[in-house]
């Protein structure tokens, strides 16, 4: 036999107690035989009486329902007459608030009334008569009886093949959310009984299913090892898989969103008080957007934010951070976002709990005080109450029982049958996980159910029509992200992952249920003014400094060089924490394009061997007078092979030797030869441009995209070099300050710019000789704000040779110059 305890953690929750639950003694606790395993629950509150009212599921398919007031005890499917496979999920609607779904890994899902007869006679056999039979493998049924008097279950759902594992309704109790062993997610309108959309698993069943608070969004996870954020936002206009996380090494048992983080929670915990006010020691750089000030931050306000919290049977906990710019990335992009997986062990205290220890952070120890930054991994602190269950024998119960008890104050939620849907009752029970078991369900509720029920394979195969879509995109077409967080948090599998105010809960399969403190003093988010936290572009040698000192999350810093100039000076000092980038070394240059763009999988493991990985901020810096020549061309390349998170040191390393001396040598930073990274090229179509994309453009004298050449006017006006029919000239030159050996300020920039007729408001292809000084031009013209720019890799080297002689204006001989 087995020992399960109720805990009266939902009440507290739904109370708006902010503090952790006590989970000293249960308010209830059961022990049953153990060929009798309990396997799901559920718990709902009488807002009229506040009697809590516990709904168990059990393995041999009986469920069980509890008045917590009277005791009095009811069994729904007894003697497995309705399904004698196990229960995956109980659910009890809001109205009528006597009805309760439950699923089967039978892949039934039925809906039961409290107050029905139970009907305990095992000989009579329940017949169904179809009122819903759709292509896509669902269908729906209700309960033929003979006599006038009501009998369960109300209603059966059969939906696609193999056990049903979880299901989830909307917060605004419109849709039902399933996902089962048959690697689908199905969305229902439950009023309609329609299939609204679906979406396939990568590969293996879907084991568990949750909704954002607004209802926009659905987090899976299942035996791909992947949690999936699949939209179901409007603004969208088709329903799409956003991304997959790739942060756990096997199957994901649970995965819920946090309803009480948003963007203005998230972002103002990174704000400190300092940073607030006006003051004379520096701060004040906090929120200017200057680039020639030593912050390395930009400060405006997102509108969207969710924090997802996920547990497997690798015993891990993860946390994963979806932000506006993963959202907000289109369903053709392969960007990915810029997400930080940090891995800090648990240090135990003498005080008998655990905390998450803040010197474990990679690359460098986080100080509050030093940084208007914290990470999120310093700052979390975990408080373990080690509530084991008992695990002793009592011989003296037969009947079916509980695993936990929450009470709950539940909101009223008025859902008919087939009417509006109902919404989630989120529980803290140890649900047990989906084990490699029920992998086999498909087959085993063919041969247990005897309920007159038949084979439901169906000749209609989704997997035909997702496979390589929107709904269940390839690998190479999948925008990942990393946890933010991922921690071994237990000895045995972890099945269930819940979140209040200010903690979590999580749950294992060896009874233990453990709270962890989330950060605490969250600041007021009416004082600040903007809190989004993005590491600018352009950053001065003190921003730079600071960030080494303070990472906000991985920083990976390349020297940038073309064709390995100055690698030697690389080996003898260096920018602390550097790697050299050669941005050629695995390019097969042409006669026509001497600095193409890199053979893909040579430039995936050339810089995983540096240690990039996708999620890490890159920094740039070259030994250019002004910093801005292999530096931008590297940043272009990047842009172009879908990272988004770059930045550009101002002035390059003569400039950081002016300003700070600190250097080291490769001695001290050995080059790798392992991949210690993990980069993948995202192809961005839109920052490149060919010789038929200019042709087509000239030959139609377009004047959007706007041309534009960043060669000297003695080169651009050149009778043996001259330029592309329609362009305009900003010479790369004009973009310095000479003096302070950097960008000029934001308003001279524009000066350069609009002096020479170019609209920024308005997208641009930017070109030189060999698409280097280019790049420099397309940089510039970024952080003025320009949405729309690419670069003419070929340039007029390219053109020359190619172009009709009709397309190329020149005036004067001159020499061209590289």
Partial sequence: MARTESLNINHCVASSVTSPPNLGEPIDHRIYKQNHQSTCHDITQNPNTNVLHILVGFSKGQIQHINMQTKEQKVFNEGSYLDKSKVTCIKWLSFPRTYFIASYSSGYLYVYDEQLNYQRDTNIQPTYATIKDDENNFSISYTKNNTKQARNPISRWSIGNGSINEFAFSPDNVLLAVVS???????????????????????????????????????????????TLFSLDPDEHTSRVICRGNGHTSWINSISFDSYMNAKTYYSSFIQPSSLHNDNDGMKKFISHSHSDASYCDTTIPSLFYRIGSVGQDNRLCLWDITEDILKINSNSKQNPLVRSLISPLKPTTNGYTTLSSDTLTNTQTSLGKSSLSSLASRLSII??????????????????????????????????????????????????????????????????????????????????????????????????????????????????????????????????????????????????????????????????????????????????????????????????ARYF??????????????????????????????????????????????????????????????????ILNGGFLKWLKETNKTESSDNNPAKTEETGKFTVRFNEQMIKSYNDILNLVSINSKEPQLVDARPPSLFNGANAGHIRGSLNVPYSQLFDQTNQGLKSNDELKKVFTGAGVNLSKSSIYSCQTGTTASALAFAAHILGQESLSVYNGSFGEWKELAPPEFIVCDQLVNPAA
């Avoid at 969305?187 to 909704?211: Q, T």
């Fill in 582 to 647: 050669d941005q050629l070394e695995c390019v097969k240059p042409t006669k026509l394009i001497p600095r193409g763009l890199p053979e893909v999988k040579c430039f995936e493991s050339y810089l995983s061997r540096l240690g990039v990985s996708n999620n890490d901020h890159i920094v740039l810096y070259d030994r250019s007078p002004m910093g801005f020549y292999a530096s931008t061309r590297a940043w272009w390349l990047f842009k172009t092979y879908g990272v988004n998170s770059l930045s």
């Fill in 384 to 577: 373990r109450h080690s509530h084991k269950i008992n695990k002793s024998i009592d011989d003296t119960s037969d009947t079916n029982s509980i695993t936990q008890s929450n009470g709950s104050s539940k909101k009223s939620r008025k859902i008919p049958l087939f009417s509006n849907g109902t919404s989630t009752t989120k529980s803290i029970s140890s649900k047990n996980s989906t084990t490699s078991d029920d992998t086999n369900q498909s087959l085993l509720s063919a041969l247990t159910n005897n309920n007159n029920s038949s084979s439901r394979q169906s000749n209609f195969d989704l997997t035909k029509n997702t496979f390589g879509t929107n709904l269940c995109p390839k690998l190479e077409d999948t925008q990942m992200i990393e946890p933010v967080i991922t921690e071994f948090i237990s000895n045995e599998r972890l099945n269930g992952i819940y979140f209040g105010e200010n903690y979590l809960i999580t749950s294992s399969q060896d009874g233990f249920i453990t709270i962890w403190e989330k950060p605490q003093k969250l600041l007021n988010i009416n004082t600040m003014k903007s809190t989004k936290v993005v590491i600018s572009p352009l950053l001065s040698c003190q921003a730079l400094a600071e960030l080494l000192r303070s990472p906000p999350k991985r920083i990976s810093i390349l020297e940038a060089d073309i064709g390995k100039q100055f690698q030697q000076e690389f080996q003898s000092t260096h920018i602390p924490q």
């Fill in 181 to 227: 062993q048959d690697g689908f997610l199905r969305i229902f309108n439950y009023d309609k009984m329609e299939l609204v959309a679906y979406m396939k698993s990568y590969f293996g069943g879907l084991l568990c299913v949750c909704w954002s608070p607004d209802g926009k969004y659905i987090a899976t996870g299942g035996e791909d090892d992947f949690i």
